[in-house]
């Protein structure tokens, strides 16, 4: 029973133009949310988080949207650059011991 | 300086051998974590340790047994490998009482293959 789940494997952007990753949920008990990059070979880095108090959360050119009632979340990327180009994991904290449940992740290609 | 370091980076080895997994961090933080991504590419928690104390045991077999002889060092023993076991495994770390928006701080991780 996958809790967070990235139906989208994968996701090819224009450089510039907007890349919008997704993230469902099942747990209304969550209470934080995270996204994480990855590069291949080395271990997921802390992105982007927002509280289950707020419904947006905005750090440069990336933005998280949160919405409860959907148990939705989204990453945006404004503008998108080829260096974002990696595999983007949701995350989020039933604060259980500090336990992260993950996605499967979505993998962004920006194209030049 | 690497915040996390786990070794070997790779590992291949016969069905039935018995291998550890290192890992450290020298980031003074109290949480420790073992997450294993599996052929699907999800990120699944096995094991948490806060200063020493095992707080998350997920469902895993008890041929993987994780030792914590200090609260900077997390390992993973696993006993009689099964070609199951192939995964990449990822040491995390987190100040006390996060996992919330503080998240993790992982290792690059250590492919495991068994054959």
């Known amino acids: 029973d996958q809790q967070v789940k990235q139906n989208s494997p994968s996701l090819s952007v224009q450089e510039g133009r907007i890349s919008i990753l997704n993230c469902d949920y099942t747990?209304?008990?969550?209470?934080?949310f995270l996204w994480y990059k990855k590069y291949p070979a080395e271990g997921p880095t802390f992105l982007i988080s927002?509280?289950?108090?707020?419904d947006k959360n905005e750090d440069g050119r990336f933005t998280v949207f949160l919405n409860k009632s959907a148990k939705h979340l989204s990453l945006h990327i404004v503008p998108s650059q080829p260096g974002d180009s990696a595999v983007y994991f949701c995350?989020?904290?039933?604060?259980?011991?500090?336990?992260?449940?993950f996605g499967q992740g979505t993998e962004l290609s920006v194209k030049p | 300086d690497t915040a996390v370091s786990q070794t070997p980076k790779y590992l291949v080895t016969q069905m039935g051998n018995d291998k550890s997994i290192k890992c450290e961090q020298n980031?003074?933080?109290?949480?420790m974590y073992w997450y294993k991504q599996d052929s699907k590419k999800f990120l699944k928690i096995m094991f948490s340790?806060?200063?020493?104390?095992?707080?998350i045991n997920e469902t895993v077999p008890n041929r993987f047994s994780p030792k914590s002889p200090d609260k900077a060092h997390l390992n993973l023993h696993i006993n009689s490998l099964e070609l199951g076991d192939s995964a990449v495994y990822f040491c995390?770390?987190?100040?006390?009482?996060?996992?919330?928006?503080?998240?993790?701080?992982f290792g690059s991780g250590t492919r495991l293959t068994v054959v």
């Open positions: 927002i509280s289950s108090i707020k």
């Open positions: 995390a770390s987190s100040p006390l009482g996060t996992g919330s928006n503080y998240g993790y701080t």
């Open positions: 980031l003074g933080h109290d949480t």
């Open positions: 995350a989020a904290s039933d604060n259980q011991g500090g336990k992260l449940i």
């Open positions: 747990n209304s008990m969550f209470d934080y």
């Open positions: 340790y806060n200063n020493k104390e095992l707080i």
